[in-house]
């Protein structure tokens, strides 16, 4: 079964400092990787996702990914990041076999001054 | 355009009380997913309809959970003799057909609480 593992719980970064955030899967070909974001009592939005092509991908307010098959990694980074990016991140694999999503725990963003 | 909308937006069940949360998808979208976020988690898929079709429902928890979209658009998700477990936010996404239809587009949930 797929799996996808995001080992930060909590991460908390400085206004203006840059982000990374991990993401590693498993799954024996080439995954559908998705980014979500989540705002207190908010549903998920889309901020990115790779199906295959450039492994370098731009989403929605200023953050990309890169999907490293030999890391099965698809980390989520952000140059300089802004008090309104506190959040929770999930990362997702969707199952090419079925349809569904399979999401990692999560990672809450916590922005400092 | 309108997004996923879901109702109620709150919900206080009694244990041993019925539930049923309603989802209306995008417009068009020909499939529907509904998953289960408990707290402190991330969502966990619980059942998908293509069209009037579900065609998995295999994250459905127990017997007491029910899913329909009768007509291929509005789903309902019935909770029958809801437990404490079954608090949680229950999230439906929507998506269009095709090579476009990857991406599943989220309703804000409907947070359920059963004391």
């Known amino acids: 079964a797929q799996s996808v593992t995001q080992p930060d719980i909590h991460i908390t970064v400085s206004e203006g400092a840059s982000l990374e955030l991990r993401c590693n899967y498993s799954?024996?070909?080439?995954?559908?990787l998705f980014w979500y974001v989540q705002s207190p009592g908010q549903g998920l939005q889309l901020l990115l996702k790779?199906?295959?092509?450039?492994?370098l991908v731009q989403g929605i307010k200023g953050f990309e990914a890169e999907f490293k098959r030999s890391q099965s990694s698809f980390n989520l980074r952000k140059p300089s990041v802004h008090w309104s990016d506190a959040a929770e991140y999930f990362c997702?694999?969707?199952?090419?076999?079925?349809?569904?999503?399979?999401f990692g725990t999560g990672t809450r963003l916590l922005v400092s001054p | 355009g309108a997004g996923v909308s879901q109702s109620p937006r709150y919900k206080v069940a009694k244990r041993g009380q019925d539930v049923a949360l309603r989802c209306d998808p995008i417009s068009g979208h020909v499939s529907l997913f509904w998953y289960q976020q408990a707290l402190g988690q991330g969502p966990e898929f619980l059942t998908y309809f293509q069209n009037e079709a579900q065609l998995d429902k295999s994250g459905l928890p127990s017997d007491r959970f029910f899913a329909e979209r009768p007509e291929g658009s509005v789903s309902t998700l019935k909770i029958q003799r809801t437990q404490q477990e079954d608090s949680a936010v229950y999230l439906c996404?929507?998506?269009?057909?095709?090579?476009?239809?990857?991406?599943?587009?989220f309703g804000p949930g409907t947070r359920l609480t059963v004391t």
């Open positions: 790779y199906f295959s092509g450039d492994t």
């Open positions: 799954y024996g070909a080439t995954p559908y």
């Open positions: 996404a929507s998506s269009s057909s095709g090579a476009s239809g990857y991406e599943q587009y």
């Open positions: 997702a694999v969707r199952d090419t076999g079925f349809q569904k999503l399979v």
